[in-house]
């Protein structure tokens, strides 16, 4: 049958803090990789992304790092806003068993922010 | 461009009826897919098309059937609808192939099923 999904992580952060979102990725190949996020009643939308030659990239408020070591990628918010509040989530490219390109993408997190 | 565009945007169908939701991009990418999302979940994948006339099967595809006659269109047909496929449907595409690496997927706006 269908494999059975797991809820949402959740994470509640004061307006104004700092927000760190993590993810752990599974295929030590995967060369790029990219955070996305989606409000309510949206689709996801790309925030942004990383190659595996580089250990942090910076964007507007946000930054994310990677770790290769240890197969993990974390999303910072810098001063957040109440519209960050949103489903985060993350995707790592590799290939298929048939040889393609694929993007796999990961649980995601729920981020609430606290007035 | 109009990106990624999805038809419906809601549906209810009862046990058993059949749809097809429909799902066209507008920037030539040659990779397209459809994911489902449940309540509070996070995007599983149910088919998706490495280009026109090639299609493969995601993690969830039963229940389910794709076909791929243009770059522009890929269609996710339900033949038998069941409460279990009631969901948000999200389409996507992005883009890979001479010398470009596939990068970011386009999301559509998804269209919202309840089948009852």
């Known amino acids: 049958g269908e494999s059975v999904g797991l809820h949402l992580p959740t994470l509640s952060v004061q307006e104004g803090d700092n927000s760190i979102i993590n993810c752990a990725y599974s295929?030590?190949?995967?060369?790029?990789f990219i955070w996305y996020k989606q409000e309510s009643g949206k689709g996801p939308q790309f925030i942004i992304d990383i190659r595996s030659n580089m250990d942090k990239r910076q964007g507007q408020r946000v930054t994310v790092l990677l770790n290769k070591t240890v197969k993990h990628l974390s999303l910072q918010i810098a001063a957040t806003q109440p519209g960050d509040s949103a489903v985060y989530f993350c995707?790592?490219?590799?290939?298929?068993?048939?040889?393609?390109?694929?993007?796999?993408f990961g649980t995601g997190t729920r981020l609430t922010i606290i007035p | 461009n109009a990106g990624v565009t999805q038809t419906p945007k809601f549906r209810i169908l009862k046990i058993g009826q059949s749809m097809t939701l429909q799902c066209t991009q507008d920037m030539n990418h040659n990779y397209m897919y459809w994911y489902r999302q449940d309540p509070g979940m996070g995007l599983k994948l149910i088919y998706y098309s490495v280009g026109a006339g090639i299609t493969d099967k995601g993690e969830v595809p039963n229940g389910y059937n794709v076909s791929r006659s243009t770059t522009e269109d890929f269609p996710l047909r339900l033949e038998l609808a069941a409460p279990s496929q009631t969901s948000v449907y999200f389409c996507?595409?992005?883009?890979?192939?001479?010398?470009?690496?596939?990068?970011?997927?386009?999301f559509g706006p998804g269209t919202r099923l309840t089948v009852t």
């Open positions: 295929n030590s190949a995967s060369d790029y």
């Open positions: 996507a595409s992005s883009y890979s192939g001479r010398g470009i690496k596939l990068s970011e997927q386009y």
């Open positions: 995707a790592e490219r590799g290939v298929s068993n048939f040889g393609n390109e694929k993007l796999t």
